[in-house]
């Protein structure tokens, strides 16, 4: 940690401003900007499963509840997007607090049950409500406008994302290093010591799993307007798992590696469309490849292997 | 007036009554051991005193306060702090970290300041990490100022606890077993440690199996046998206690 933690910040954000000008086209272009969605997404996802040790596996729910309310709510209420953006995190914040309370205060991992219930339910919800939401068919997205600017190119899309995504990472290195990231990681290192020393552990749960479903949720907003469309894919439970396997591939409490396991989870099934048809094995395969060699993920593993330590 | 008062505290766990009616009390200032054979409940009386337990029955007050059922966190708020027999270190923190958790109430633990990284915020850690470095010295740690938690050898991370405790500023430190699992060296350095710490001006509560230790450090012994009170008193009183050459020698006295 510390200073040296700073340092990939740098390389982030080089690599996000060089990036547009080398991309040969548009394909790859949307392939970044989905990228980086993810990173967002999973950089919220680790805070509470790599950090904070508690796992869910409702994520693509709350990013549902956020795609959706930024759909449902300007098509029929005519509301201002970003207000519909703003009221669909709160929904999700709110949510994500009312369910957790009770849980953590059990003894045990309760959270993945409940969240994997939560999920499968708000996907059933979108699949069916289908005067609001489309059905399995999806509705369209309008577009997201803010004083008379509207964002359109995906140029424009680009930029904002590789902003939001810096800024996620620069926050992201500057929780775990703060008396409240400290608090975060003791309690999942020895719940029992941290509560000794003052640690209110359900407090602490409860606020990092309503952090990062609340980063799911802008995430889904975000990822709404940018597609234009959105299906109720986008809440399934297996995104859910697509998402926990980001954390896991590219380290558990490793902000890069966050980074890395969406970029390459991402860039997989693309890159494994060669295949046709077989791409489900090669990515099972990978996967398990990859956890049998890397079992603490991509960015941990080589960090230790290369002595340097995240 | 008593620190720590304890009146009739019990707990049972289903029909186990692993604490029966205990009472005592302990003196701000002083060296206070609570010794026994295994099983007689004395990390269980460490764990209702400092609130991972709620007591069935009884009483126990803080300064005058009634502190019984309270939770860890809340205790930790009136200045009890405590150690582990078997280790409760974060390992996937480094060893300074695992002291500077210990000054977690002592912080300004807001989420947004943190994300933002304010400077009010990024000083008080700075200051901080020289306080838990310094702590770290104290408790004879000071090569391991930079290491990682989990690559320090056993006998390091049972002085990591003591340290951590201390990063609390507690009154009132509990602390079990430190010298457990330690080589006599090592145990004569604790032994030296917690007579520091109880210097320092913090009410001391020891569970200790090593006896040396404990007639050594010790103002006042509680002995406990089967989670009832068998005895209690300075060293030299507890020593000549028929009961507890008894409990301890199995004879029948």
């Known amino acids: 940690m510390h200073k040296r933690a700073y340092f990939g910040l740098y390389i982030v954000i080089a690599v996000l401003a060089v990036l547009p000008f080398v991309l040969p086209n548009s394909f790859y272009l949307d392939v970044a900007i989905r990228m980086a969605i993810n990173a967002v997404i999973v950089l919220g996802l680790n805070l509470l499963i790599g950090f904070a040790g508690q796992i869910s596996l409702g994520h693509a729910g709350f990013l549902g509840i956020g795609a959706y309310a930024s759909a449902v709510l300007p098509t029929h209420f005519g509301w201002h997007p970003l207000l519909a953006m703003i009221a669909g995190a709160a929904a999700t914040g709110l949510l994500a607090a009312v369910v957790a309370r009770p849980i953590f205060k059990l003894k045990g991992n309760y959270l993945a049950m409940a969240t994997l219930g939560l999920g499968i339910i708000l996907s059933i919800a979108v699949r069916n409500e289908a005067q609001w939401t489309g059905g399995p068919d999806g509705m369209p997205v309008p577009a997201f406008g803010l004083f008379g600017f509207e964002l359109s190119s995906d140029k424009h899309w680009y930029w904002v994302i590789a902003i939001l995504l810096s800024v996620s990472v620069w926050a992201s290195l500057n929780l775990i290093d703060s008396p409240f990231g400290r608090a975060l990681r003791a309690l999942h290192g020895s719940e029992v010591a941290s509560r000794v020393v003052g640690v209110d552990v359900v407090r602490y749960k409860v606020a990092i799993f309503v952090l990062s479903a609340v980063f799911a949720s802008l995430m889904g907003s975000v990822t709404a307007h940018y597609v234009g469309f959105v299906t109720p894919n986008l809440a399934d439970f297996f995104h859910s798992i697509e998402l926990v396997t980001m954390v896991v591939i590219g380290g558990m409490a490793s902000v890069y590696g966050s980074l890395i396991g969406a970029v390459l989870l991402t860039a997989l099934p693309q890159a494994l469309a060669t295949f046709e048809g077989w791409e489900t094995v090669a990515f099972g395969m990978i996967l398990m490849i990859c956890m049998i060699f890397l079992p603490k993920g991509l960015v941990p593993t080589l960090a230790s292997k290369f002595g340097k330590g995240d | ?253």
């Open chain 2, 1 to 253: 007036m008593a620190l720590l008062d304890v009146s009739k505290l019990s707990i049972h766990f289903g029909g186990v009554k692993a604490v029966q009616e205990v009472s005592f009390s302990i003196d701000a200032g002083i060296v206070y051991s609570v010794i026994g054979p295994n099983g007689a409940g004395k990390t269980t009386l460490f764990n209702l005193i400092t609130g991972v337990y709620k007591p069935t029955s009884g009483e126990i007050h803080l300064d005058g306060e009634s502190i019984g059922g309270k939770s860890p966190d809340e205790l930790a708020r009136r200045g009890v702090a405590r150690t582990f027999q078997n280790l409760q270190i974060c390992m996937n923190m480094s060893a300074i970290e695992n002291v500077m958790v210990g000054a977690h109430l002592r912080l300004d633990r807001n989420l947004i300041k943190a994300a933002l990284r304010l400077p009010s915020l990024t000083r008080r850690d700075a200051e901080l990490r020289g306080e838990a470095a310094e702590l770290m010295r104290f408790v004879g740690l000071e090569k391991y100022v930079e290491a990682r938690a989990d690559a320090m050898p056993y006998g390091a991370l049972k002085r990591l606890e003591i340290a951590r405790a201390l990063a609390m500023k507690p009154r009132l430190i509990f602390l079990d077993e430190p010298a457990a699992g330690l080589n006599p060296k090592e145990t004569i350095e604790v032994d030296h440690l917690v007579r520091k710490v109880a210097d320092s001006g913090i009410t001391v509560v020891l569970v200790e199996h090593d006896m040396k230790m404990v007639m050594n450090l010790s103002d006042r012994i509680l002995v406990l046998d089967y989670g009832k009170k068998l005895a209690e008193g300075t060293g030299a009183e507890v020593r000549k206690n028929p009961d507890v050459i008894a409990a301890y020698l199995g004879a029948h006295a």
